[in-house]
């Protein structure tokens, strides 16, 4: 079995973060394991508080991983400072890490602000060392310094954003009103992801479980456009079947084909 690492931040209500990140990867059939670099203190209504994990755990966490499992692909989600970012990137060379997928999670559903604004340059270098980045519309455009608004604004953002030195861009179109289409940029041509916009309040953890849905599919072999495409096939059937759990934004059906499997009734 294909193990997969997570480098992110816990959700105490179990739709994003490293919760959505370990349900993803089982499901696809990979091994996931976590480094957390942050607990959050959340519901569907919001996160109200974080808490960030000691710099030195979070290499210690790292360096246990690589010292003994061979990890097969990185995903990396919630990285609040610049210390911890910079410790992460730093250990990810040095262990020669593989298909390093990055999310670069700035600001939460509810608004609430995940990466402090004085790590965003060292964010900008973590990048440089990934496979794959993964931004939706709002993470490009703080990433870019320009307004994103049609299809010719997102490639022009994978552009942009491919020149910190990434292998490849992922320009997310879940956050504009008139369809769900994606860019993926090899550096060279753009590929349009097509997708359709499914109307539900219930998406907590949509870019978490894309991203780990491309690392699970990148550590089993495929290639980078084979993994976009078959991660925004799961996620979009993960979103058709999420469901309500609380007053506001609801998770994904993560495991709708085991849950349909075992008669198992969610909605």
Request: net charge neutral.
């Amino acid at each position: 079995m294909k193990k997969v690492l997570t480098i992110a931040g816990s959700d105490s209500c179990g739709g994003a973060g490293i919760q959505a990140d370990l349900k993803t990867m089982s499901a696809l059939g990979v091994y996931g394991m976590s480094v957390i670099t942050a607990v959050t203190c959340q519901n569907t209504k919001g996160v109200f508080d974080v808490q960030e994990i000691n710099n030195n755990i979070v290499h210690s966490q790292i360096k246990c991983i690589f010292d003994d499992i061979e990890v097969d692909a990185v995903k990396i989600g919630m990285v609040s400072n610049s210390e911890i970012i910079k410790t992460i990137r730093e250990l990810l060379i040095e262990y020669k890490a593989k298909n390093i997928v990055v999310d670069p999670v700035m600001i939460s559903k509810s608004g609430y602000f995940l990466l402090k604004p004085d790590a965003i340059n060292e964010l900008k270098n973590l990048i440089s060392i990934a496979h794959i980045v993964t931004p939706n519309i709002p993470e490009a455009e703080a990433l870019t310094g320009f307004k994103i608004e049609n299809e010719e604004h997102m490639k022009k953002a994978a552009s942009e954003i491919s020149k910190l030195g990434p292998k490849w861009v992922l320009i997310k179109g879940g956050h504009r009103y008139n369809d769900a289409n994606d860019i993926l940029y090899t550096g060279e041509k753009f590929i349009k992801i097509s997708g359709k916009r499914i109307q539900t309040n219930n998406t907590h953890g949509t870019g978490c479980t894309l991203s780990s849905a491309i690392a699970s599919h990148l550590a089993k072999g495929l290639n980078i456009e084979e993994s976009v495409i078959e991660s925004k096939n799961y996620i979009t059937k993960a979103i058709e079947n999420s469901f309500s759990i609380g007053q506001g934004v609801g998770p994904l059906g993560h495991f709708v084909e085991l849950y349909k499997q075992s008669g198992v009734r969610y909605e």
